[in-house]
């Protein structure tokens, strides 16, 4: 959750090794389908795309389709396709893995899976449908107590903000994010580039001293306060979340 996700992986390969060991399968399979999304992250796609196959298979091989393993892994397929930019096989996913997260009550895969579907949206142009998703993943972050899920949903919300021109919102909602930053750089690359990319544009437009203004405005908020920044629309037409 520090963001760390080379250093990740060892300790990953470590407790793959260590559940194979001791003949745990379902452990074995949660943490191969960590190590291919850590994998994944750092370029070695063909790798990521092996080790989530072996764990597709030891899910399977348990008679497992609602356990929280069976939808990690899910969910990592969704990632992965993401990263490689595949993204109706990312959406179909992605999809699968809320159903059932929503369905097992499971707040903080909701939260994660909803930043990446947002992405999938985002990167489809649909700005609308990509608000809602991270308004939901973000509320859904919140009550699940998972910062990380959190600073995930607000990155994309600041892109939001500066497609519709609300810079200051965007920069308080930087300033909110600042709280568990590291976790931005669990995102692929390209869209860590984008949410630099939008910060800086934040910056331009409101100049230095009032970026700088809102942004420790968005510091001082309270998670809940937040969450409740985050949801003020920018325009009155942008739809409420879902929950």
């Known amino acids: 959750h520090r963001g760390d996700v080379a250093a990740s992986m060892a300790h990953f390969a470590e407790g793959v090794a260590l559940a194979?060991?001791?003949g745990d399968?379902?452990?074995?399979?949660?943490?191969?389908?960590?190590?291919?999304y850590v994998t994944g992250h750092?370029?070695?796609?063909?790798?990521?795309?092996?080790?989530?196959?072996?764990?597709?298979?030891?899910?399977?091989?348990?008679g497992d389709t609602r356990?929280?393993?069976?939808?990690?892994?899910?969910?990592?397929?969704?990632?992965?396709?993401?990263?490689?930019?595949?993204y109706d096989r990312a959406e179909d996913r992605l999809e699968a893995a809320l159903a059932l997260s929503r369905e097992l009550d499971?707040?903080?895969?909701?939260?994660?899976t909803l930043v990446g579907?947002?992405?999938?949206?985002?990167?489809?142009?649909k700005i609308d449908e990509a608000t809602v998703r991270y308004r939901t993943g973000l509320v859904c972050g919140w009550e699940g107590s998972y910062?990380?899920?959190?600073?995930?949903?607000l990155q994309g919300l600041v892109r939001v903000a500066v497609h519709h021109g609300t810079y200051e919102q965007g920069a308080r909602l930087v300033g909110a994010a600042d709280s568990f930053s590291a976790a931005v750089h669990m995102l692929p690359g390209e869209v860590v580039a984008q949410y630099e990319g939008a910060t800086a544009q934040l910056r331009h437009q409101l100049g230095e001293g009032?970026?700088?203004?809102?942004?420790?405005?968005?510091?001082?908020?309270?998670?809940?306060?937040?969450?409740?920044?985050?949801?003020?629309p920018g325009t009155p037409t942008l739809p409420r979340p879902e929950f």
């Open 147 to 153: 910062p990380p899920g959190m600073a995930l949903n």
């Open 25 to 36: 399968r379902r452990q074995t399979a949660f943490l191969l389908a960590y190590l291919a």
């Open 117 to 125: 579907l947002g992405e999938v949206a985002m990167a489809h142009g």
């Open 67 to 86: 356990s929280f393993e069976a939808i990690f892994m899910v969910f990592v397929q969704g990632w992965l396709a993401l990263l490689q930019g595949v």
């Open 42 to 62: 750092q370029g070695d796609l063909t790798r990521a795309e092996a080790l989530a196959t072996e764990s597709e298979a030891l899910v399977h091989s348990l």
């Open 20 to 22: 194979r060991d001791l």
């Open 210 to 232: 009032a970026f700088t203004a809102e942004r420790a405005s968005g510091r001082r908020l309270r998670p809940e306060e937040g969450v409740t920044a985050a949801l003020v």
């Open 106 to 112: 499971a707040k903080a895969v909701v939260s994660a």
